[in-house]
Antibody, heavy 117, light 110 residues
Framework: EEQLVESGGGLVQPGGSLRLSCAAS????????MHWVRQAPGRGPVWVSL????????SYADSVKGRFTISRDNAKNTLYLQMNSLTADDTAVYYC??????????WGQGTLVTVSS | QSALTQPRSVSGSPGQSVTISCTGT?????????VSWYQEHPGKAPKRIIY???KRPSGVPDRFSGFKSGNTASLTISGLQAEDEADYYC??????????FGGGTKLTVL
């Protein structure tokens, strides 16, 4: 079964850092681009970041550029999101999602990040 | 990277059809045939129901259809069923390896 499982969320103080992980299974991970998408409570999803299958190309939403870093370890079938300088506006459920033909066909269950003092 | 514009809510009775619009710009919706639609039930991850403007993934009923004209994409749900009540989001490639979601539409089945 194809599956994505996020972890690493939690409560962090403003200005703090957190690293999210997304473990992939059931498919050939290194052949897929991967996204991070976040959804604040009661709001719609927002695209955050993309990384290509070989990790050579990354992109970010303007709201996180310079603060977040996406990466992957294809040997471990794992996607990461390093988040620094966090603010309350970053509070959201963070999903990893697999890209297929410029849309996301497989999603994880999400991990909640709460930024609060 | 402005969100695509969707109506906040639509409603319909069982068996009826509803259409949800998604308006962007020539830099996203109008510039690429990479518009997808997602259905989201409370507490669940979004589920892709349309991709490449009008294609349905395996297992999605043909009651769901997608279309695009210019900078506006549309999702039509025909033969409404109670289980269709959910939030719906459009999603478009916006060039330079970036993507943008719509603000979402709440569908109420009366």
């Amino acid at each position: 079964e194809e599956q994505l499982v996020e972890s690493g969320g939690g409560l962090v103080q403003p200005g703090g850092s957190l690293r999210l992980s997304c473990a992939a299974s059931g498919f050939i991970f290194n052949t897929y681009w991967m996204h991070w998408v976040r959804q604040a409570p009661g709001r719609g999803p927002v695209w955050v970041s993309l990384i290509t299958g070989d990790g050579t190309r990354t992109s970010y939403a303007d709201s996180v550029k310079g603060r977040f870093t996406i990466s992957r370890d294809n040997a471990k079938n794992t996607l990461y999101l390093q988040m620094n300088s966090l603010t309350a506006d970053d509070t959201a459920v963070y999903y990893c999602a697999r890209d297929l033909q410029y849309s996301s066909d497989l999603w994880g269950q999400g991990t909640l990040v709460t930024v609060s003092s | 990277q402005s969100a695509l514009t969707q109506p906040r809510s639509v409603s319909g009775s069982p068996g009826q059809s509803v259409t949800i619009s998604c308006t962007g710009t020539s830099s996203d919706v109008g510039g690429y045939n990479y518009v997808s639609w997602y259905q989201e039930h409370p507490g669940k991850a979004p589920k892709r129901i349309i991709y490449d403007v009008g294609k349905r993934p395996s297992g999605v009923p043909d009651r769901f259809s997608g279309f695009k004209s210019g900078n506006t994409a549309s999702l039509t749900i025909s033969g409404l069923q109670a289980e269709d009540e959910a939030d719906y989001y459009c999603y478009s490639y916006a060039g330079s390896y970036t993507w943008v979601f719509g603000g979402g539409t709440k569908l109420t089945v009366l």
